[in-house]
């Protein structure tokens, strides 16, 4: 009985951890998009710019399908996912994102991952190159539902984005690789791809 309720306070004192650092990801999240925009009305209020210095701000949000490789189980799951970008004329923004792999279950399992972090772009005519570094926390379900866990993810990856029109870009290839440190079996990583659709807010 002793082990089964040292058990439950190390699980507790886990889930309090991961929740600290979400807590923490959301406030670091919010200051930097805040110190960005804070930086947009003096940009503006410029009369004469530089061509390359154009444009300090930009907020665009998106949609995509994907796909990934679960090294748990070596399971191939598919769903969509949202983002956020917030770029500077710097090329360094910040993106948030959200992905959700219900499709192709096998034993029920599913994954959903909610990320923030550092993006680096450039521009070549109408192609924009990128790579990124996220972290945040994933929610894994496994088999049958007997077990539901949250875990720190880092996420490491890049993309192309090709301008379509003024406010609409196609994402065409997202990769990215994702470590699980912390998983219930050891550390365990994925994979995945996908292709979407961005729209300029402002």
Aim: charged share 15%.
């Amino acid at each position: 009985m002793k082990n089964f309720h040292d058990s439950c306070k190390f699980v507790g004192e886990g889930r309090r951890i991961v929740g600290l650092m979400q807590s923490r990801l959301l406030r670091t999240l919010a200051a930097a998009v805040a110190a960005a925009c804070l930086g947009t009305p003096g940009a503006a209020r410029a009369q004469v710019l530089p061509s390359a210095m154009a444009g300090g701000f930009r907020l665009s949000a998106g949609g995509a399908a994907s796909g990934s490789y679960i090294q748990y189980g070596e399971r191939d799951l598919g769903g969509v996912s949202a983002f956020v970008d917030a770029e500077t004329h710097h090329r360094l923004g910040i993106e948030g994102e959200g992905r959700w792999l219900e499709f192709h279950q096998n034993e029920q399992v599913h994954v959903e991952t909610y990320s923030a972090g550092l993006r680096y772009h450039m521009n070549f005519g109408r192609f924009q190159p990128y790579a990124k570094g996220l972290i945040g926390f994933g929610d894994f379900n496994f088999p049958f539902s007997y077990a539901h866990g949250r875990y720190l993810v880092v996420t490491g990856g890049g993309g192309l984005d090709y301008r379509w029109t003024s406010r609409i870009q196609f994402r065409l290839p997202d990769v990215e690789y994702q470590d699980w440190p912390q998983f219930t079996y050891g550390a365990m990583s994925s994979v995945g791809i996908s292709a979407g659709v961005k729209v300029g807010i402002f």
